[in-house]
Structure formats: structure tokens, C-alpha cells
């Protein structure tokens, strides 16, 4: 296993070539793109150019039908995947939260460690309060995910993804479904975490967000990558005929 | 005031040869009674817990990978959904039934079989309900959203810990309403259980009216009565659980 081998100056997510099709519908067309340790990249794109497939590839919710993703070296799409020990590495954050709606704040955060890592129930409700203290929700512990709002529903699925410890987390369009108002709270934490040097690979629609943050910006359109570069380059010295429409569009 | 309660009724009996309460001053008919009772209460329990059982274990094979194992539940649902079960309780007993094994006694001589006629009534009726309840369960299952299962499986859990979890807890929830009718309709249809001669409520009370014709309003009275009083705190039990397992903020 080549596993052993990864070192972290090898990309932690690699990418190479993947295809992926629904039924006759090819959704990614051969998409290559490598994140390193600590990087933060942002994938943005016209709705339907496959950017939730792709990074759900990533943990392996989509399989592939060709190509290659590593994680740490590992290979995601093989009959030998350890899922439990991905699913270790990468969190997920998704747009509509998909907190546990009968579980309080606390709970849903508490809950993978104890299942999932065997914990004990007092260390993980002790990394799961500081975690909800993280993103600064404390006081909100009790409240069971239909008491709390939007951004603060989303804060707590971010501190669940956390609660894991992984290498990497994966954001698909997490602030897409809150009111303006609280978009800022969540992007808030997300740059918390990107400081303190999270690998971070974010699908989003927020390009002031992106250009802030991100290492790197990747623009995916029909299944394939068309351009990508610095946030610098990236938006003020578009070349595709293509990325220049989108970014008119939404600027 | 004992004395007094079964005297009254001895002397209504008296006066009005219809309303031969005899149960309330004879105790041997008392004990047929409250053996009745307890059998239907036990027979009910069970097969409420059996029942559960296999709702929540056939709505877990039925979202199997294997199509055998599938359409195995597929099978069961449809035979035991659209066959009377007053037949199904005679086939399992008269058909099965034969071919059970026995243990012969310690005189050498009688045979009894491992499965009494209590055991074929409760695995009869389990089987019965049950195959509603993974109905039930099914359709509280689909109600949990495949999001809220993708983001437990995205934390690492396995398919069994996402079903344990996340979507029993959920399904049960959703499922309370069509759970609660079919337990009532279980609770009354273990009566049935009468034609393979286990003593429950109703056996009893038929061979107390056969005994004693001049007490067959008073019985059905009291059958009426006992299975309001049965059936009223199943409904209770569940509704307290409804209340109990609410989430605050969370519709449906
Ligand atoms: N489970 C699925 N089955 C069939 N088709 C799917 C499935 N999931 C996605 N698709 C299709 O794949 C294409 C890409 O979808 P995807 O969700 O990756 O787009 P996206 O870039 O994330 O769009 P958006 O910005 O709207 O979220 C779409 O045409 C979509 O209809
Ligand atoms: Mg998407």
C-alpha cells in the first residue's frame, strides 16, 4: 500500500483524471486537481458542473468510473478501501447541515467520537464542548438542532465534522441555504479554521469569500476544469472565454 | 362490604334471571376470569414485543443489498398481509403443528409437543402483525431523509450504527401513529387464539356462558368492558411514549 509511503510534502488530496457518469449522464469529464497539507482551495462553478459530485467523490458518497483520488496516499476508489479510516481523515459539511434532528447540539457533536472512535463519554463531551465553545455556539449545548437557526445549525454540523479530527474537510456550498445575516457567522469559522492551517476544500458561491481565503480556485464548468489559479490571477486576470462569463455574471 | 358486593349480585341474579353476574360470587368462575385475563394479557405482551421484533428486523433485511433477502420479506409480507389470520393461526397449529417434535412424558406413555398451543397462538399472531409493523417501519424509514444517513456515514458510521442510530430513532418516531392501530387490532385479535383452546379471556368466558347460559349477557359485558380497560392503557403506554419521545422543534 503506498499508504506508508505518503509524506506530507505528497499532495493529501490527489485527483487525477476522474470520470464519473449517472447512468449515460457523464457528470465529471476528467478532472484532475492535487491539495496540499494545509491548503485551502475553493471550487466555484455554474449550477450542475458537477462541484458536489466531485467533493463527494473525495469521501467516497459517489464512487468513480475512472481515474484516480488518493487521500494521504490512499486510494479512495479501490475494493480494499477502508472506509472507517477515510471517513476518519475527511469531514464533511454539507449545505442543508443534516444535523441528527433528535439529538441536542451537544449530542450530535459527541455522537461519531463515542461510535465511531470509541471514546469515552467524558472525553468526548469535553473536546465536544470546547468544540462548540469553538465556534462560539456555548450556551447552546441543549438545544436540539429545530430550536437553533440556520448558521448556528451549521456551526454545530461544522463542530460535529471537527469533533473527528481530520486531515481535511470538505464544504459543499455551507452557506447557501442561510439568510444573508448569518452567512458571515459560519464563514467566520470556517476562516478560524483555515488559519490555524486546516485543509480545506470548499465549494462556493461566495467569491469575496473565495478570493479572501482560498490558496487556490479551481472553476469547473459541463464536468471538466476550465481555469484555475491564485485568487489574484484568478479573478482579475480570467482567460477562458467561459470563466470570464461566470465571474460577470455573479460579481 | 366484600360480603355485601357478591351478595348483591347473587340476589340481582335472583331477581332477574338474565343478569347472572356469577363471576362477582362464585370464585371458582372469579379464578376462570382473572386466568383468562392473565393469559390474554400475556399473550398480548408477547406478541406487541415479537411483533416490534420483526417489524424492526424485516424493515432492516428489506433495505438489503441481497434481492433474495428482499424479496424473501417481500413474501412474507404478502402471505401473512393478505390471508385471514384466524387461517393462519389453525395452519400453524393443525399444519405445523404436526410436524413439531414431541417429549414423551416420564410415565413412558404421553406425548407433549415443545410447542403448546400458547407458543403457535403467539408465533401465529407475531408473525401476523408483524408483517404490518415492517410495513410501518418501511414507510417511517423513508420518511428519514438519505441526508441525514449520508452525514452519518460521512462520520465514519457503519450501515448498522446509521440504522441503530439515526434511522430507528427517526422511523420510530414517524411510524407511532400506524404502530399504535395495529397493536390495538393485535391486542383484539388475540381472542382468536380461542380456536386452538388457549385460555384466554374469551375461552373463558364462552365456556363460563356455556355453563351457565343465564350469565352470557353479564360475560360479554365484562368482555367488553375488560378489553376497553386492556386496550385503553396499550393507548395510554404508546401515547405517553408519543409525548415522551417528542423533539422540541422538530415537526412530524
Ligand atoms: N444521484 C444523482 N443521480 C443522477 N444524477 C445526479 C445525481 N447527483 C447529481 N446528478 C447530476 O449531476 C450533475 C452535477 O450535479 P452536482 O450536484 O455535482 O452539481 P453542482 O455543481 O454541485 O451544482 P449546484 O451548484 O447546483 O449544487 C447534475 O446534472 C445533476 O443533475
Ligand atoms: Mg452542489
Known amino acids: ?19 464519473k457518469s449517472f447512468g449515460s449522464l457523464e457528470v465529471l469529464k476528467g478532472v484532475s486537481l492535487d491539495v496540499m497539507k494545509g491548503e485551502v482551495i475553493c471550487i466555484i462553478g455554474p449550477s ?35 472506509k472507517l479510516e477515510l471517513r476518519k481523515k475527511v469531514g464533511m459539511v454539507f449545505q442543508q447541515y443534516n444535523l441528527f434532528p433528535h439529538k441536542t447540539a451537544l449530542e450530535n457533536v459527541m455522537m461519531a467520537p463515542i461510535k465511531v472512535l470509541r471514546k469515552s463519554k467524558a472525553e468526548a463531551e469535553q473536546t465536544a464542548r470546547a468544540l462548540i465553545k469553538k ?100 479573478f482579475d486576470n480570467a482567460q477562458d472565454p467561459r470563466t470570464k462569463e461566470f465571474l460577470s455574471q455573479i460579481l | 362490604m366484600l360480603e355485601s358486593f357478591s351478595d348483591f349480585f347473587r340476589e340481582l341474579a335472583d331477581q332477574y334471571p338474565r343478569w347472572n353476574f356469577i363471576f362477582f360470587y362464585e370464585p371458582v368462575q372469579w379464578d376462570r376470569i382473572m386466568k383468562g385475563l392473565r393469559y390474554t394479557v400475556v399473550l398480548s405482551v408477547a406478541c406487541v414485543i415479537f411483533s416490534v421484533i420483526i417489524g424492526v428486523v424485516g424493515a432492516w433485511l428489506q433495505g438489503s443489498s441481497n434481492r433474495f433477502v428482499r424479496n424473501t420479506v417481500q413474501g412474507y409480507i404478502q402471505f401473512f398481509r393478505n390471508t385471514p389470520p384466524f387461517v393462519q393461526l389453525l395452519f400453524f397449529y393443525f399444519a405445523l403443528g404436526q410436524f413439531t417434535p414431541t417429549i414423551v412424558g416420564a410415565d413412558g406413555w404421553t406425548e407433549t409437543p415443545i410447542i403448546s398451543n400458547v407458543g403457535w397462538a403467539i408465533i ?17 424509514i423513508e420518511a428519514v ?40 387490532n393485535l391486542v383484539k385479535t388475540s381472542t382468536q387464539a380461542m380456536a386452538i383452546a388457549v385460555p384466554e379471556l374469551l375461552y373463558q368466558c364462552v365456556s363460563i356462558w356455556n355453563d351457565y347460559p343465564s350469565a352470557q349477557y353479564p360475560t360479554m359485558l365484562l368482555l367488553f368492558c375488560s378489553f376497553v380497560f386492556l386496550v385503553g392503557i396499550l393507548v395510554l403506554g404508546m401515547h405517553r411514549w408519543e409525548q415522551k419521545s417528542r423533539i422540541p422543534g422538530y415537526g412530524g
Open chain 2, 145 to 184: 431523509p438519505e441526508s441525514t444517513q449520508e452525514a452519518a456515514f460521512a462520520l465514519g458510521f457503519s450501515r448498522f450504527q446509521v440504522y441503530k442510530e439515526i434511522v430507528l430513532p427517526l422511523a420510530f418516531r414517524v411510524s407511532l401513529p400506524s404502530l399504535n392501530n395495529n397493536l390495538v
Open chain 1, 135 to 234: 465556534v462560539r455556539l456555548d450556551g447552546k449545548e441543549g438545544a436540539y438542532p429545530g430550536e437553533l437557526s440556520g448558521g448556528q445549525q451549521q456551526r454545530v454540523a461544522i463542530a460535529r465534522s471537527l469533533a473527528m479530527n481530520p486531515d481535511v474537510m470538505l464544504f459543499d456550498e455551507v452557506t447557501a441555504a442561510l439568510d444573508p445575516e448569518t452567512v458571515k457567522e459560519v464563514l467566520v469559522t470556517i476562516k478560524d479554521l483555515a488559519q490555524e492551517g486546516m485543509t480545506c476544500i470548499l465549494v462556493t458561491h461566495e467569491m469575496g469569500f473565495a478570493r479572501e481565503i482560498a490558496d487556490h480556485i479551481y472553476f469547473t464548468d459541463r464536468g471538466v476544469i476550465v481555469e484555475h489559479g491564485p485568487p489574484a490571477t484568478f
Open chain 2, 124 to 140: 401465529s399472531l407475531s408473525f401476523f402483525a408483524g408483517a404490518f409493523n415492517v410495513e410501518i417501519f418501511r414507510a417511517g
Open chain 1, 1 to 19: 500500500m503506498p499508504n506508508d509511503n505518503w509524506t506530507p510534502d505528497q499532495p493529501l488530496v490527489s485527483i487525477k483524471d476522474v470520470r
Open chain 1, 48 to 82: 450542475g458542473s458537477g462541484k458536489s459530485t466531485l467533493i463527494r467523490c473525495i469521501n467516497a458518497l459517489n464512487d468513480i468510473q475512472a481515474g484516480s483520488i488518493t487521500v494521504e496516499g490512499q486510494e479512495v476508489h479501490t475494493e480494499k478501501l477502508d
